[in-house]
């Protein structure tokens, strides 16, 4: 038996037209994406919990979060739950989820995201590892956009590139050990980080401030590894 995630006809609308036309002429990306959307074995609403991971038929992972009476699957909302068809349950979501496009070290260092210099960061500070690996630990990072570090005064760059051990605790602290998705970043909260000694707080009013500073202008960027 399987569980299938099934977006809805608003969440196909929803896709920009290069990746409409990506799919519908690239059939190995297709059967990717249909094959990320099911999960094996049957796994109905009332079975599902808070944090629980479910492994999809491709070999990713889905991570499901609960908030109040709503149920998230990675992004994507369930909007009509437990369709039962033959030798497999159904549930309809509002989102077309995104397969996840290589580790989070990968993903820094490709051109979508303006992330050269964390990921050269994670070169000096060797974290380009662990981040390039996959296994059975995850990690959300909090990777500040190249224009952010430009933003920072020249005193701080330079002590950033004088001193490996500010350069470590910098890096980690943007590093948590797990998977978040912005459903759950939906209370006022703290976040632990790799740095060990220090926490990012979460505030939430009108959007999600991580120390009150620090807006989210991506979200939910799936990696292999977070």
Not at 84 to 89: C, H, K, L, M, S
Not at 166 to 183: A, D, F, N, P
Not at 200 to 217: F, G, Q
Request: charged fraction near 20%; aromatic fraction near 8%.
């Amino acid at each position: 038996p399987y569980t299938i995630f099934v977006p809805n006809d608003a969440a196909f609308a929803n896709l920009t037209p290069e990746e409409v036309q990506l799919l519908n002429n690239d059939a190995s990306q297709q059967q990717a994406v249909l094959q990320y959307h099911v999960v094996m074995g049957e796994q109905f609403s009332w079975g599902l919990h808070d944090g629980q991971i479910l492994h999809t038929s491709n070999g990713h992972l889905l991570r499901v979060y609960k908030s109040g009476e709503n149920v998230y699957v990675n992004g994507a909302k369930v909007l009509t739950t437990d369709l039962e068809a033959q030798n497999a349950v159904i549930h309809v979501i509002d989102t077309v989820m995104d397969i996840p496009v290589g580790t989070i070290y990968a993903v820094a260092r490709g051109p979508k995201y303006s992330l050269n210099t964390f990921a050269d960061y994670l070169d000096k500070t060797h974290l380009n590892r662990p981040l390039d690996t996959e296994g059975s630990t995850n990690y959300t990072v909090f990777a500040p956009s190249d224009e952010a570090f430009a933003n920072l005064s020249p005193l701080v760059l330079q002590h950033i590139s004088s001193s490996a051990r500010y350069l470590t605790e910098l890096v980690t602290y943007h590093i948590h050990r797990g998977t978040l998705h912005l459903k759950s970043l939906d209370r006022n909260g703290t976040i632990s980080t790799l740095d060990g000694r220090h926490t990012i707080s979460v505030t939430v009013d009108s959007d999600v401030h991580l120390n009150r500073v620090a807006e989210l202008e991506e979200t939910d960027i799936d990696c292999d590894n977070g």
